[in-house]
């Protein structure tokens, strides 16, 4: 009998001082830095015998076993020697001073913009499609166009669109008429209205024979096309919020054929491309 209890004391010892590493091996994964400061603590616990109430708890509740875990430190590996059982392999490097223990980073989120059911996108999403020059703007109609044809155009070449010109008043377009003007371009095919194209021209050649600034050559145009809007003249559907202008100088042929093709898909919109300076004039119906 005496020599049967002693086996149970010695095996619930072995027991006891599994339990101890065992705890102190956690206690190493998640504070790894003081691994050192508890190694003498593991060593005595390591080498003291169990015995009264101890072993007899022992001997009720059986020992918890850890499965995968490895030691850490060097206080591990001396109690190894010990009881080698202790000794497992683990997948997984176990943090250390130098690489602190760190949570695994959440998924970043999807670029994608969400699709609304039927494959539609949000407005939103469309309208990251395209960019607007600073000082462009677009009334909802013109907008509702030209966020459409974007979208067709981003789908064909995976790239935006670049909005130069929107709404503009007298003076603005003026400005974009003097530009157009002084680099030469073929005014004659760009304007239907012939007539309120020479008086604007005629504005023009007067204040450049004069030696006159670009602001003040500017402003006599935008009074000529002001009083030409309140008799009822556009000379250009920008002026009735009716077209915009898209930048082509970066696009290959493929990219151009692209927006034609989106622009064709859209419908209710005339594409006209002009060189002085290059881009897409989209005449909204």
Do not use: W
């Amino acid at each position: 009998m005496g020599r049967t209890t002693n086996e149970h004391t010695v095996r619930s010892g072995a027991g006891a001082r599994r339990l101890r590493l065992s705890l102190a091996v956690l206690a190493g994964i998640l504070a790894a830095g003081c691994s050192r400061s508890l190694e003498p603590g593991v060593r005595q616990a390591s080498a003291a015998p169990v015995t009264g109430a101890a072993a007899v708890r022992s001997r009720v509740s059986p020992t918890p076993v850890l499965p995968h875990v490895a030691p850490v430190g060097p206080a591990a590996a001396a109690a190894s020697n010990d009881d080698p059982a202790l000794v497992t392999a683990l997948p997984l490097p176990l943090p250390s001073p130098s690489t602190p223990f760190a949570l695994p980073a959440p998924p970043a989120p999807s670029a994608e913009p969400v699709s609304l059911p039927g494959g539609a996108l949000p407005e939103e999403a469309l309208s990251m499609r395209f960019t607007l020059l600073p000082g462009v703007t677009l009334p909802p109609g013109v907008k509702e166009k030209v966020t459409r044809i974007a979208d067709g155009y981003f789908r064909r070449t995976g790239k935006p669109l670049v909005v130069t010109s929107g709404v503009r008043d007298a003076v603005s377009q003026a400005d974009a008429m003097y530009d157009l003007f002084r680099l030469g371009a073929d005014v004659d095919t760009l304007y239907r209205n012939k007539g309120a194209l020479r008086e604007i021209q005629r504005a023009y050649n007067a204040g450049r024979a004069a030696s006159r600034p670009e602001g003040v050559v500017v402003a006599a145009m935008g009074e000529v096309i002001r009083r030409q809007v309140e008799s009822g003249v556009y000379i250009s559907a920008h002026l009735r919020s009716g077209a915009v202008d898209v930048r082509n100088r970066d696009m290959s042929l493929s990219e151009k054929r692209a927006l034609l093709d989106a622009v064709l898909e859209v419908g209710g919109v005339t594409a006209l491309e002009e060189t002085r300076p290059p881009h897409y004039h989209l005449q909204v119906d």
